[in-house]
């Protein structure tokens, strides 16, 4: 739900122009995002307890990654567009990447050895 929220939060500051629209975006945006403090169960729940160390530091190194080049990116877009509409669509795009993506995991099957 937290990707759906936020990929329609993005889709809509594509034609807005009014600050009250900004702020509501905002809203929208900040409450998806703040369901990102589930990551860690989640991975717990979904891959288990023995990797989740590591599980969640490539994860964490990932938003790391795109909060470093996202911010460039779309500078680099403004600066030769002179608007943020591109980069605001590339952005839902990958917002929707991201919701086939999680639609895609499943938990791993236990192997259970028996003697």
């Known amino acids: 739900m937290g990707f759906v929220l936020m990929t329609i939060a993005l889709f809509w500051l594509v034609p807005a ?18 369901t990102g403090v589930i990551v860690s169960p989640l991975i717990a729940d979904l891959f288990g307890l ?3 160390g590591l599980i969640l530091g490539v994860i964490s190194f990932g938003y790391c990654i795109g909060g ?7 500078g680099y877009i403004f600066d030769t567009t002179k608007s943020y509409q591109l980069a605001f ?3 839902v795009g ?11 995991l499943r938990p791993i099957r236990r192997v259970e050895y028996h003697m």
């Open 89 to 91: 669509l590339v952005c």
């Open 94 to 104: 990958l917002s929707i990447s991201s919701i086939i993506l999680a639609s895609l």
């Open 17 to 34: 122009r009014e600050a009250w629209m900004l702020y509501f975006i905002a809203a929208v945006f900040g409450f998806a995002f703040g």
């Open 68 to 74: 470093a080049i996202g911010p460039f990116m779309a």
């Open 50 to 52: 023995s990797s989740h």
